[in-house]
């Protein structure tokens, strides 16, 4: 059991928003709740009555009102709230607890001055470019892709889309040519608002030719807008609108399309590693109700709070900070490179805006800690009040470096979902204490269970991790997936009925969770499955090591097969008998002789999504013969070269899976 860091304040249910959630539900529903566990237990058992719960405390606008809460409970196919019409953007643009001139988006980067909208400006920025949209022909159901960054004019471009009941999608200004051709063609969009560049920390990176390159890639096209980011006195191409144009002055009310509950708001992909990404398409009720949930129940955020995560347009994240506002919150948009001038820059940020939540990776928080890095002693951090940590899982370590050097007074809230969802499965809560290691509860509303071998649910024990009741933010479905065949494959294909997700989870007596990987990415040594987190954990402590990849290869014949270590070094070094032996050290006496490599190999760089997540699969696929255009899809690399090392020493390597 790891250690207790943080402990609820006793007056916790008078001051968090989950506080008066439950006494809502005692005055208006009359139920009481002892502890989380028991409202976790009625949120995931009585789905009527707690998602009704959700939609009518937080006072959903609907233009019609639904005729049931769940009309199909079974998964795939869950129905919500039929009947009833609603649009996402009217639910954000409310603002609860906002007046006009309050400021609802802070605006930093590396490009230009920061910017911030008051919400009057903002509801005053989307009601020009929805008339905008509309001057371009846009329609219902129709698709704008926005090839920007994370600055307000893409924010507004989502929410005046949305407006109007089309769809929106979004792909970060770094992803190369192949990465947005491959997700747009699928869908197909009308509009094409992109920039003419970027700063990455002091570099200017021009994209005018891939944007020439992307507009001739998708026949769809009716309309490029460009927004003159990188050198505010550009003129527009051949063919290309300004954005002044799009959001130019008129007379025409701000009006919100109604729509379906489960009418198409975005598309999101996942990291397409393998083939092309799958088109995951979120509607707009179910985005709207889990967003509401999470962002004031877990991440207690309401009217006085900043809230900022670092994350690109590229990311799931990017559409779960940009719901802050339909629960009160400002949110703070950040563009650019997080560790320029130092990795200091992102927590002087969170002090110069008066952020209370900071959200971030744990990788960003682990290469903070190797860093000796203290922030606050290098800003003033007394705002803030929560620190959010996803992308990966964060070790013991990553936790007590965050009492320790930002802040003992703080809610540290490790949270692991997905694309697929746009949320958060397991996370933290204000009601609960933080421990060390471990995410404190399932969310509410989300029937999480760990699954053994044979399909059991476990406790304290390491298992599948499956969704075993519909949650309303479980995709619409996969664009052009008119059958469901790809959703079904994707998702249910293992347990029929029940969502397996892909990762593995340990749920402990508390209802505490340790994510430990992908499943796809297990280390199974003569039975015993092991994750891959904690290895990383251990290696990745050293000093010397600065990232690695593990897989394992597994025997045919059922025997131990091979583990295989990757490591990145520090500047200057070279793996050599030592350091191998200190590695192998470290792992047998952090987790089990089982732990230690059969072959540690150093490598340049450790293969990543655009996204940063580690690609153990590709790695795999490549040491066991598969050629690397077909182990992985190039585009979908932050970097692709780094997959040449391993393909060189599959080629080196015996076929019988001897040792080199």
């Given at each position: 059991?790891?250690?207790m860091?943080?402990?609820?304040?006793?007056?916790?249910r008078?001051?968090?928003?989950?506080?008066?959630?439950?006494?809502?539900?005692?005055?208006?529903?009359?139920?009481?709740?002892?502890?989380?566990?028991?409202?976790?237990?009625?949120?995931?058992t009585?789905?009527?009555?707690?998602?009704?719960?959700i939609w009518?405390?937080?006072?959903v606008?609907?233009?019609?009102p639904?005729?049931?809460?769940?009309?199909?409970?079974?998964?795939?196919g869950?129905?919500?709230?039929?009947?009833?019409?609603?649009?996402?953007?009217?639910?954000?643009l409310?603002?609860?607890?906002?007046?006009?001139?309050?400021?609802?988006?802070?605006?930093?980067?590396?490009?230009?001055?920061?910017?911030t909208l008051?919400?009057?400006?903002l509801?005053?920025?989307?009601?020009?470019?929805?008339a905008?949209?509309?001057?371009?022909?846009?329609?219902?159901?129709?698709r704008?892709a926005?090839?920007?960054?994370?600055?307000?004019?893409?924010?507004v471009l989502?929410?005046?889309?949305?407006?109007l009941g089309?769809?929106?999608s979004?792909?970060?200004p770094?992803?190369?040519?192949?990465s947005?051709?491959?997700r747009?063609q699928?869908?197909?969009p009308t509009v094409?608002?992109?920039?003419?560049?970027?700063?990455?920390?002091?570099?200017?990176?021009?994209r005018?030719a891939e944007?020439?390159?992307?507009?001739?890639?998708?026949?769809s096209?009716?309309?490029?807008?460009?927004?003159?980011?990188?050198?505010?006195?550009?003129?527009?191409q051949d063919?290309e609108?300004?954005?002044a144009?799009l959001?130019?002055?008129t007379?025409e009310?701000?009006?919100?399309?109604?729509?379906?509950?489960?009418?198409?708001?975005?598309?999101?992909?996942?990291?397409?590693?393998?083939g092309?990404?799958?088109?995951?398409v979120?509607?707009?009720?179910?985005?709207?109700?889990?967003?509401?949930?999470?962002?004031a129940?877990h991440?207690?955020?309401?009217?006085?709070?900043?809230?900022?995560?670092f994350?690109t347009t590229?990311?799931?994240?990017?559409?779960?900070?940009?719901?802050g506002?339909?629960v009160?919150?400002?949110?703070?948009?950040?563009?650019?490179?997080?560790?320029?001038?130092?990795?200091?820059?992102?927590?002087?940020?969170?002090?110069?805006?008066?952020t209370?939540?900071f959200?971030t990776?744990?990788?960003?928080?682990?290469?903070?800690?190797?860093?000796?890095?203290?922030?606050?002693?290098?800003?003033?951090l007394?705002?803030?009040?929560?620190v959010g940590s996803?992308?990966?899982?964060?070790p013991?370590?990553?936790?007590h470096?965050?009492y320790?050097?930002?802040?003992?007074?703080?809610?540290?809230?490790?949270?692991?979902?997905?694309?697929?969802?746009?949320?958060g499965?397991?996370?933290g809560?204000?009601?609960?204490?933080?421990y060390?290691?471990?995410?404190?509860?399932?969310?509410?509303?989300?029937?999480?269970?760990?699954?053994s071998?044979?399909?059991?649910?476990?406790?304290?024990?390491?298992?599948?991790?499956?969704?075993?009741e519909?949650?309303?933010s479980?995709?619409?479905g996969?664009?052009?997936d008119?059958?469901g065949?790809?959703y079904?494959?994707?998702?249910?294909?293992v347990y029929?009925?029940v969502?397996?997700?892909?990762?593995?989870?340990?749920?402990?007596e508390?209802?505490?969770c340790?994510?430990t990987?992908?499943?796809?990415?297990?280390?199974?040594?003569?039975?015993?499955?092991?994750?891959?987190?904690?290895f990383?954990?251990?290696?990745?402590?050293?000093?010397?090591?600065?990232?690695?990849?593990?897989v394992?290869?597994?025997?045919?014949?059922?025997?131990a097969?091979?583990l295989?270590?990757?490591v990145?070094?520090a500047?200057g070094?070279?793996?050599?008998?030592?350091?191998?032996?200190t590695?192998?050290?470290?792992?047998r006496?952090a987790?089990?002789?089982?732990?230690?490599p059969?072959?540690?190999?150093?490598?340049?760089?450790?293969?990543?999504?655009?996204?940063?997540?580690?690609?153990?699969?590709?790695?795999?696929?490549?040491?066991?013969g598969?050629?690397?255009?077909q182990?992985?899809?190039?585009?979908a690399?932050?970097?692709p070269?780094?997959?040449?090392?391993?393909?060189?020493?599959?080629?080196?390597?015996?076929?019988?899976?001897?040792?080199?």
């Open positions: 059991m790891g250690d860091l943080w402990a609820p304040p006793a007056d916790v008078e001051r968090s928003r989950i506080g008066g959630y439950l006494r809502w539900l005692r005055e208006h529903r009359g139920l009481d709740f002892a502890d989380y566990d028991a409202l976790w237990r009625w949120s995931t009585d789905l009527d009555g707690f998602w009704r719960s009518d405390h937080f006072e606008i609907a233009h019609t639904p005729t049931a809460t769940l009309a199909e409970r079974g998964m795939p869950a129905r919500w709230f039929p009947g009833a019409t609603l649009n996402y953007a009217e639910n954000v409310r603002m609860p607890g906002r007046v006009d001139d309050d400021p609802v988006v802070i605006a930093h980067g590396q490009t230009r001055p920061p910017v008051t919400a009057g400006e509801r005053a920025q989307v009601r020009r470019v929805s905008g949209l509309r001057r371009l022909g846009v329609t219902a159901g129709d704008v926005a090839y920007a960054p994370n600055i307000p004019e893409t924010y989502l929410l005046a889309t949305a407006s089309a769809v929106f979004s792909c970060a770094e992803f190369g040519t192949r947005v051709t491959d747009w699928q869908i197909e094409l608002v992109a920039v003419d560049g970027y700063r990455y920390g002091d570099k200017p990176v021009d005018r944007v020439a390159a992307i507009r001739a890639a998708l026949p096209l009716r309309h490029t807008v460009s927004i003159p980011y990188l050198d505010p006195q550009a003129t527009p063919g609108l300004g954005w144009e959001a130019a002055p007379d009310p701000l009006t919100f399309t109604p729509v379906p509950f489960d009418h198409p708001l975005y598309v999101l992909y996942s990291s397409g590693t393998t092309l990404p799958k088109p995951i979120h509607g707009h009720g179910g985005i709207l109700l889990e967003h509401l949930k999470m962002l129940l991440h207690d955020l309401g009217p006085a709070d900043r809230f900022f995560w994350t590229g990311w799931m994240m990017w559409n779960f900070l940009v719901s506002p339909a009160g919150a400002t949110i703070v948009l950040f563009d650019g490179n997080p560790g320029h001038p130092d990795l200091g820059g992102m927590w002087r940020l969170a002090a110069e805006t008066g209370t939540y959200g990776s744990a990788p960003f928080l682990l290469a903070c800690r190797k860093a000796g890095l203290v922030p606050r002693e290098i800003a003033d007394s705002a803030l009040r929560g996803t992308g990966a899982p964060l013991a370590e990553g936790f470096w965050v320790e050097t930002v802040g003992d007074h703080l809610q540290l809230q490790s949270l692991s979902g997905g694309t697929d969802v746009c949320t499965f397991v996370g809560v204000p009601l609960l204490p933080v060390a290691g471990e995410i404190a509860c399932r969310a509410l509303g989300a029937k999480v269970e760990a699954r071998a044979d399909g059991t649910p476990v406790i304290g024990e390491l298992g599948e991790l499956v969704i075993t519909p949650m309303p479980m995709p619409v996969f664009w052009n008119r059958d065949v790809r079904a494959e994707a998702y249910f294909d029929p009925g969502w397996r997700h892909g990762d593995w989870i340990t749920i402990n508390r209802g505490g340790v994510i990987g992908r499943s796809d990415a297990t280390l199974n040594r003569g039975g015993v499955r092991l994750g891959t987190a904690e990383y954990s251990v290696v990745e402590g050293l000093d010397e090591v600065l990232d690695s990849v593990v394992h290869l597994e025997d045919d014949e059922g025997g097969g091979e295989l270590l990757f990145v070094l500047e070094l070279t793996l050599d008998d030592a350091m191998r032996a590695i192998c050290r470290e792992l006496t987790l089990s002789p089982r732990h230690v059969d072959e540690i190999h150093q490598v340049r760089s450790v293969p990543r999504t655009l996204s940063a997540k580690k690609l153990e699969v590709p790695v795999k696929k490549i040491l066991t598969t050629p690397v255009d182990a992985a899809a190039k585009g690399l932050a970097n070269e780094s997959l040449t090392a391993f393909a060189a020493l599959a080629q080196r390597r015996p076929p019988t899976g001897t040792p080199v």
